[in-house]
């Protein structure tokens, strides 16, 4: 069973703090990883992508990713109020597109 | 921007009825998706397709059914609805490669009684 792994949470931050999530995956043939971001209540939302070996950065948020080590993570810089959300890895290997999604973690950025 | 739609945003059905839900992207896209979320267990594949007219099973097809007529439009059906089957669903569509991400609609949240 392929498997994508992440802290279920919460993880407490304070405001203007650096939250730092981690994700592992199980399958080596990965190719695609992503990040989502899920208010309750709503859907996921996509917030980064990334593809190889190394750091991408958007606004506030970082995602690093080391297929050696199978792990990808998520740094959310300055975090705000509104960040808090379930952050959901997932990570894509076979030619039909699906993803495979972690559980995600929650985030609880607190004044 | 994508658009992926989902026909209704809440939906309440009582035991044994067959429920339609329909989900529409505007991207051209290939592969389209059903998932259902529950707490606790994640987001869980029911069907997926690839083309029009092709479908997949994903990890939890049983008591669901899927129609793909046009490449926009995805459906997804619970032949006879149980009160197991109340969730949150949600329907997604991307390219057909392996860098291009999901993208969701709204979801559906079914309620069952």
């Known amino acids: 069973q392929k498997e994508v792994e992440q802290n279920s949470g919460p993880l407490s931050v304070p405001e203007g703090a650096i939250a730092s999530l981690n994700c592992t995956y199980s399958?080596?043939?990965?190719?695609?990883f992503f990040w989502y971001r899920q208010y309750s209540g709503k859907s996921p939302e996509l917030i980064m992508s990334?593809?190889?070996?190394g750091d991408q950065e958007d606004g506030r948020f970082t995602a690093q990713l080391n297929k050696a080590s199978q792990y990808v993570s998520l740094l959310i810089r300055d975090s705000q109020p509104s960040d808090s959300a379930t952050y959901l890895c997932?990570?894509?290997?076979?030619?039909?597109?699906?993803?495979?999604f972690g559980a995600g973690t929650q985030v609880v950025v607190t004044p | 921007d994508v658009k992926v739609t989902q026909s209704s945003r809440y939906l309440v059905k009582r035991t044994g009825e067959k429920v339609f839900l329909e989900c529409v992207q505007d991207m051209d896209h290939e592969n389209m998706f059903w998932y259902r979320q529950d707490p606790g267990l994640g987001l869980r594949l029911i069907y997926f397709?690839?083309?029009?007219?092709?479908?997949e099973k994903g990890d939890i097809p049983e008591g669901y059914s899927v129609s793909r007529e046009k490449k926009e439009r995805f459906s997804l059906i619970l032949e006879s609805a149980s009160t197991n089957q109340t969730s949150m669903y949600l329907c997604?569509?991307?390219?057909?490669?392996?860098?291009?991400?999901?993208?969701f609609g709204n979801g559906t949240r079914l309620t069952v009684t």
């Open positions: 990334i593809y190889s070996n």
């Open positions: 399958d080596r043939g990965s190719q695609s």
């Open positions: 397709s690839y083309d029009v007219k092709m479908k």
């Open positions: 997604a569509s991307s390219f057909g490669d392996r860098a291009s991400p999901l993208h």
């Open positions: 997932a990570v894509k290997g076979d030619s039909w597109g699906k993803l495979q």
